[in-house]
């Protein structure tokens, strides 16, 4: 990939990551976009699919299309093909021909049944507990070359550092909507806590071993039990706020 092409790619990929909402529309658009850069370099139709590994299971996250993600599925379901041997190698594989390739008869077998005659596995690090690789699909044997393994390559690198960035985005998005979460469930138990004392005239910490002996013998999480107390008190929703 050269430095002009690179750095348009590195744009176009940043672009791709402001444009999303989560690390799973954000790969759908990076595998539409591999698919094209490819597509542009080979001067004809390459599909790809995105294929994700956490503890050593891989699964289709992605594709370039509804037909690319049946065709990442086909290795998913056999367990074998040149995607999971980019995964398990970090190094780049090519199947350059399904009629000759010895390596995986039943992979191939199952391609040339769907017209694709040869493809390529680009492995994407992410981080210590997961990786990701991008399949490429083409209809003629020999479309993988060298210059166009090149550009997979290059196109493979950019990505990585825009997938580490969605990763590390999505997973700090999670932990403050699981933080939110906590803290709408622990402000409702502290409220049907006040009620419950209240109702009893008794101590704080008597009333959360009230609510504490019910959750035990409903076999109900504390806050759920909470939720009851607060809507048998009023028939309009109780919720919690908190301001950004």
Same mark, same amino acid.
């Given at each position: 990939?050269?430095?002009?092409?690179?750095?348009?790619?590195?744009?176009?990929?940043?672009?791709?990551?402001?444009?999303?909402?989560?690390?799973?529309?954000?790969?759908?658009?990076?595998?539409?976009? #591999?698919?094209?850069?490819?597509?542009? !370099?080979? $001067?004809?139709?390459?599909?790809? &699919? %995105?294929? +994700?590994?956490?503890? /050593?299971?891989?699964?289709?996250?992605?594709?370039?299309?509804?037909?690319?993600?049946?065709?990442?599925?086909?290795?998913?379901?056999?367990?074998?093909?040149?995607?999971?041997?980019?995964?398990?190698?970090?190094?780049?594989?090519?199947?350059?021909?399904?009629?000759?390739?010895?390596?995986?008869? #039943?992979?191939?077998?199952?391609?040339? !049944?769907? $017209?694709?005659?040869?493809?390529? &596995? %680009?492995? +994407?690090?992410?981080? /210590?507990?997961?990786?990701?690789?991008?399949?490429?699909?083409?209809?003629?044997?020999?479309?993988?070359?060298?210059?166009?393994?090149?550009?997979?390559?290059?196109?493979?690198?950019?990505?990585?550092?825009?997938?580490?960035?969605?990763?590390?985005?999505?997973?700090?998005?999670?932990?403050?909507?699981?933080?939110?979460?906590?803290?709408?469930?622990?402000?409702?138990?502290?409220?049907?806590?006040?009620?419950?004392?209240?109702?009893?005239?008794?101590?704080?910490?008597?009333?959360?071993?009230?609510?504490?002996?019910?959750?035990?013998?409903?076999?109900?999480?504390?806050?759920?039990?909470?939720?009851?107390?607060?809507?048998?008190?009023?028939?309009?929703?109780?919720?919690?706020?908190?301001?950004?």
């Amino acid at each position: 990939m050269t430095n002009n092409l690179g750095d348009e790619a590195a744009l176009q990929l940043q672009d791709l990551l402001m444009g999303t909402e989560n690390v799973e529309d954000f790969l759908g658009r990076l595998a539409e976009f #591999a698919a094209s850069t490819l597509s542009n !370099a080979a $001067g004809a139709e390459i599909e790809c &699919g %995105v294929t +994700l590994q956490r503890r /050593k299971k891989t699964a289709t996250v992605a594709g370039s299309s509804p037909r690319a993600v049946v065709l990442d599925r086909i290795e998913q379901s056999l367990g074998e093909g040149p995607c999971i041997e980019a995964l398990r190698t970090r190094s780049v594989v090519l199947l350059a021909d399904v009629h000759t390739d010895p390596r995986w008869p #039943a992979y191939q077998r199952e391609l040339a !049944a769907q $017209g694709v005659r040869s493809t390529l &596995g %680009v492995p +994407l690090e992410i981080g /210590k507990d997961a990786a990701a690789a991008l399949n490429f699909f083409g209809a003629k044997t020999d479309m993988f070359t060298e210059d166009i393994i090149a550009e997979a390559s290059g196109f493979a690198d950019l990505a990585e550092r825009s997938l580490r960035l969605a990763v590390r985005i999505g997973t700090a998005q999670s932990r403050a909507e699981d933080l939110k979460a906590a803290m709408e469930h622990r402000t409702s138990i502290d409220l049907a806590c006040g009620v419950v004392m209240a109702q009893n005239r008794c101590s704080q910490e008597e009333a959360m071993g009230i609510l504490t002996r019910v959750s035990s013998n409903r076999n109900q999480k504390l806050r759920d039990v909470a939720a009851d107390v607060l809507r048998n008190l009023t028939a309009a929703e109780v919720r919690t706020h908190f301001d950004a």
